[in-house]
């Protein structure tokens, strides 16, 4: 079946622009989460929707950052008047359930570069 | 704070040779821990997940250990293969049951 998928594969943008990220999970995933890489670190936790829970916006790093889930699929994260230190890759990943239980699965990523 | 360690050094081995994995963590016991694979330009691919009372935990070729006194996760990939090579993830659970901290990864390269 079909994986998770993300839109752009690539975006560049100039400092100070908005920018949407899209995020289409394995269909019955009632589990999202994006995440931000920077070369040679870890993944970094932005934010964790979980069914009709409210969503786990702890990592979000700035009110530029938000994000939201329609009908409990399709995500979208938006960064507001975009800076240099967003420039990053933006995965997002589905998952059955809690992490305790089971694996999350990605998509292949969004590379952002902010000039 | 939460800290996991994995070695940021690429780390190359023979074909045929166990490659060995090291995940430290400090500052918190996790109750699970996640091991995934990420090739060049794709995301992470699951590999194995090992609870804290597992001490071990298998699939083909891979096994996985998590010794919670010593605070450390070991990779092994027996029989390895050039195929084998790409950067290890180890993910031990967060604070929430949702939650993963994620290492930097360590590289992987298996030389034919």
């Known amino acids: 079946g079909a994986g998770v998928s993300q839109s752009p594969s690539n975006k560049v943008t100039e400092k100070g622009k908005d920018v949407e990220l899209r995020c289409d999970p394995i269909?019955?995933?009632?589990?999202l989460y994006w995440y931000r890489q920077s070369l040679g670190q870890g993944l970094e936790f932005l934010i964790y929707?979980?069914?009709?829970?409210?969503?786990?916006k702890s990592g979000l790093p700035s009110d530029r950052f938000s994000a939201e889930r329609t009908g409990g699929s399709v995500s979208t994260l938006t960064i507001q008047r975009t800076q240099q230190e967003d420039s990053a890759v933006y995965l997002c990943?589905?998952?059955?359930?809690?992490?305790?239980?089971?694996?999350?699965?990605f998509g292949p990523g969004t590379r952002l570069t902010v000039t | 704070s939460q800290k996991i360690e994995q070695n940021s050094e690429a780390l190359n081995i023979q074909e045929g040779k166990t490659a060995t994995l090291t995940c430290n963590y400090t500052?918190?016991?996790?109750?699970?821990l996640q091991w995934y694979r990420q090739d060049p330009g794709r995301g992470p691919v699951f590999l194995l997940l090992?609870?804290?009372n597992e001490k071990e935990k298998r699939k083909e070729r891979l096994k996985v250990t998590f010794d919670t006194t010593l605070k450390q996760s070991l990779f092994h990939i027996t029989a390895s293969q050039p195929a084998d090579s790409a950067t290890y993830l180890c993910?031990?659970?967060?604070?929430?049951?949702?939650?993963?901290?994620w290492g930097a990864g360590t590289k992987l390269i298996i030389k034919p």
């Open positions: 993910a031990p659970g967060g604070d929430s049951n949702y939650q993963l901290i």
């Open positions: 500052n918190y016991s996790p109750a699970y």
């Open positions: 090992i609870r804290e």
């Open positions: 269909s019955g995933h009632t589990a």
């Open positions: 929707f979980q069914g009709n829970s409210a969503p786990d």
């Open positions: 990943a589905s998952s059955l359930g809690p992490a305790g239980d089971y694996e999350q699965y």
